[in-house]
């Protein structure tokens, strides 16, 4: 049974360009959710996609936008790359949304350097 | 807002017991989750709690009180793999998306 998997698992961009970060849910799993992790801190929500529409999004600017596909796979953009954008970005599944203690599967991460 | 609180770096030796305290200030409370994360690697789910008291699943246990806004992890028999860092993640109701904390980086000496 396949997990929650990431790519790439590491990347280095320049200020100003443009990423895009990939993942594919946990088998099973419809709903899929962005995390950001800066180094020292926890995981920070970005936003979650189901049934291919964002239905809720934390406290991040427009120029953080995704995307999720009819097989549940999703994608994470990032526009105008900053230097504080260089963290773990952590995709997370579950299965289902909206109620309590739905557990979330985390991926490995992919490793983001903006230089 | 939700405001999470744990202490940064926790040391212990191999084979004693530790603590790891979580507190918390939010509104709409409905459920706590503890997660365990290793260096370099994917959060990974330990346990969930809706009601007051403690919950055990092996040598982790975890207790919650909601009138006090506070939760604990408890670690038994420390083994050197339990080197790693533990997240608190409070769940609100209405939009169940867990906030964390900054986690507590725990590391397990001879």
């Known amino acids: 049974d396949a997990g929650v998997t990431q790519s790439p698992t590491h990347l280095i961009k320049t200020r100003g360009q443009q990423v895009t970060l990939r993942c594919s849910p946990k088998s099973g799993h419809d709903t899929v959710s962005w995390y950001q992790q800066a180094l020292g801190q926890g995981p920070q929500f970005i936003f979650q996609y189901y049934e291919e529409e964002e239905r809720q999004r934390g406290n991040f600017p427009d120029r953080f936008s995704g995307h999720q596909f009819p097989n549940y796979s999703s994608e994470l953009n990032v526009n105008a790359l900053l230097l504080g954008d260089s963290a773990l970005y952590l995709c997370a599944s579950s299965r289902g949304q909206h109620f309590s203690g739905n557990t979330i599967y985390f991926g490995e991460g992919s490793w983001l350097t903006v230089v | 807002g939700q405001n999470i609180d744990q202490p940064t770096e926790m040391t212990a030796t191999e084979g004693a017991i530790v603590q790891i305290n979580c507190t918390y200030q939010t509104s709409g409370f409905n459920g706590l989750f503890w997660y365990q994360q290793h260096a370099g690697e994917a959060p990974t789910f330990l346990s969930y709690?809706?009601?007051?008291g403690l919950e055990e699943k092996g040598r982790f246990s975890s207790f919650l009180s909601r009138s006090k806004g506070y939760s604990y992890l408890l670690l038994k028999e420390l083994q050197m793999k339990d080197s790693a860092s533990y997240l608190c993640a409070v769940e609100v109701g209405g939009s169940y998306i867990p906030t964390f904390g900054r986690g507590t980086s725990l590391i397990v000496h001879p």
């Open positions: 709690n809706v009601l007051d």
